[in-house]
């Protein structure tokens, strides 16, 4: 048989164009897959293309005719207004603190961001932002009469009352149901059906009456009359800026931001702690709104110079009015909560736990900062569970709101001073302690929070 020779040198050209031939077709491969890519994102914009023209196209056009009885000669102008749809804000805000210790300023951006799907672009508008709603009826909805009946009544069987089943609910349901009528009921006198809408007003009514009458006694509508003032008294809140300068704003299905204001605000900062919940300490600051602007409702994001540090929801805030803003945790300040002592015994028909804690705070920064430390107790309704505070070093807040509001919660506050330095065996502690009485034969259960 005959044998072939070895050729090292033909064995390297043909492995030279395997290689050479494999890399062309690998390169071409590419380039086809990078083109195809291309064209199917190309495609893919030209379809969204497609489609906005086409939505823009099915448009219905008005037609606003208007007589002018005029006795004078000369040039004179009129003013058409107008309502449409598709169009929306809502404010966002970004507040930066300044990383420079002696400018103690915080800067608040107050932005708008807008939903502007009307169909066509506005260029170089002279823009206002309103939270008012456009109730196009001239008149009072018609009060309605308002019947009630007396029936017997077996556990979890509802009353129902003008239509509204709202027995068993309690006060902050009926309160989101009967703004869900109300809002209907503006949806639908805004469409003309003024019978509707007046039905969904006398429903809402209903739904606030029986609570007075039903669900609620005198203290129980003085508290929620209190979180209605806490939370800002939003409803019926009507708040209009007129901006100073013209935009230009697409036609666009997504959100835009447009800044409305930037305010300077001075901060009263400290910082706090509430170990029961956390080991992190927050830095916060007291602002005051000195501007011209309400402030409304809305989501923040917060900085420290450039540094992002993490978001917050702002509330109403109306001119002149105080607030507090968080800047995140400050990793300088440390807090543990320890129990270092128990003992349970017997005295008479009651048995009596007590507890003793220790809060510590260590503080690595190189300036004195100010500090709110918070803690609670068990609270009880009933008599029959007696909770009594021990001594507790230092003494608690002398802070006059938080001696109204929170400390008949058994919310306990501290108001700290930590030097420089004071970390370590130099570190600062709170001691504090309690006791709970209760029946001997009894059980200490239903731990809920409110």
């Known amino acids: 048989s005959e044998k072939g020779l070895f050729n090292s040198e033909a064995v390297t050209k043909i492995a030279e164009f395997i290689m050479t031939t494999r890399g062309l077709k690998s390169a071409d491969a590419v380039g086809l897959r990078g083109k195809i890519t291309a064209n199917t994102l190309q495609t893919q914009f030209l379809e969204r293309e497609r489609q906005k023209v086409a ?135 805004n469409s003309g059906q003024k019978g509707q809408a007046y039905a969904r007003w006398n429903d809402a009514a209903a739904l606030q009456q029986s609570d007075e009458i039903i669900n609620a006694d005198a203290a129980q509508i003085k508290e929620q009359q209190a979180k209605r003032r806490a939370g800002g008294g939003q409803e019926g809140q009507s708040v209009t800026f007129h901006l100073d300068r013209r935009f230009s704003i697409p036609w666009r299905d997504d959100e835009q931001l447009i800044e409305v204001t930037r305010l300077p605000l001075k901060p009263d900062y400290f910082y706090k702690a509430v170990p029961v919940l956390t080991s992190h300490v927050y830095r916060l600051a007291n602002l005051t709104n000195d501007s011209k602007f309400v402030l409304l409702p809305g989501e923040a994001t917060m900085y420290i110079g450039k540094d992002f540090v993490g978001r917050a929801t702002l509330p109403l805030v109306a001119v002149g009015e105080e607030f507090t803003a968080g800047f995140g945790v400050d990793p300088q300040l440390q807090v543990t909560r320890q129990l270092m002592d128990k003992t349970r015994n017997v005295q008479g028909g009651n048995q009596v736990i007590k507890l003793q804690y220790r809060i510590t705070l260590s503080s690595y920064k190189q300036e004195k900062v100010q500090i709110q430390v918070w803690d609670r107790l068990p609270h009880s309704e009933a008599e029959a569970v007696n909770v009594t505070l021990g001594e507790t070093t230092p003494a608690l807040s002398k802070d006059a709101t938080y001696a109204r509001q929170d400390k008949p919660k058994n919310l306990l506050r501290w108001d700290m001073s930590l030097d420089k330095g004071t970390n370590g065996e130099k570190a600062t502690n709170i001691d504090y302690s309690f006791q709970l009485e209760f029946d001997k034969n009894a059980a200490i259960g239903n731990f809920l929070t409110k």
């Open 55 to 189: 939505g823009a196209s099915d448009k219905t056009v008005r037609e606003a005719v208007i007589v002018v009885d005029k006795a004078n000669a000369g040039a004179s102008s009129v003013k058409l207004n107008y309502i449409v749809a598709a169009a929306s804000w809502h404010p966002s805000y970004k507040m930066r603190a300044s990383e420079d210790k002696q400018k103690q300023e915080v800067q608040l951006e107050y932005l708008a961001a807008l939903f502007q799907q009307t169909g066509e672009d506005w260029m170089g508008v002279d823009l206002t932002l309103s939270t008012a709603q456009p109730l196009l009826n001239a008149t009072p909805p018609e009060l309605a009469q308002l019947d009630i009946g007396i029936a017997p009544r077996t556990p979890n069987q509802a009353i129902n009352v003008n239509g509204v089943n709202n027995f068993g609910k309690n006060t902050d349901d009926n309160k989101k149901q009967a703004e869900a009528y109300r809002n209907e009921a503006q949806q639908l006198g």
